[in-house]
Nanobody, 122 residues
Framework: VQLVESGGDSAQAGGSLRLSCAASGYSNTNYCMGWVRQGTGKEPEGVAAIDSDGSTSYADSVKGRFVISKDNAKNTLYLQMSSLKPEDTAMYYC??????????????????WGQGTQVTVS
């Protein structure tokens, strides 16, 4: 199982970025997928999750600004980020959980993680 993120970059406040996560070694239709971010000196925060049935969940801090989606044919997860704020600056990780159900922007018990992609907003 391998998750590879891309799309992290520097952006101006108010701008947009799209993160991608390419999955290999399994089908993401059988997993709950999510994005977790960690800023310097901060605890990890689940920001968005999408279950196998397509239902989504977001952290309050990103609701209305971020959209999570997936392309099952490409086995790829996306995070469209808009109206970016400096507090969105963090390393963003793609993660997969074999357990279904989402809450507050996170799946349960992530089992697989990508290497992360850095987002910097100024």
């Amino acid at each position: 199982v391998q998750l590879v993120e891309s799309g992290g970059d520097s952006a101006q406040a108010g701008g947009s970025l799209r993160l991608s996560c390419a999955a290999s070694g399994y089908s993401n239709t059988n997993y709950c997928m999510g994005w977790v971010r960690q800023g310097t000196g901060k605890e990890p925060e689940g920001v968005a999750a999408i279950d196998s049935d397509g239902s989504t969940s977001y952290a309050d801090s990103v609701k209305g600004r971020f959209v999570i989606s997936k392309d099952n044919a490409k086995n790829t997860l996306y995070l469209q980020m808009s109206s970016l704020k400096p507090e969105d600056t963090a390393m963003y990780y793609c993660a997969a959980s074999p357990y279904f159900g989402t809450s507050g922007g996170s799946c349960q018990s992530y089992a697989y993680w990508g290497q992360g992609t850095q987002v910097t907003v100024s």
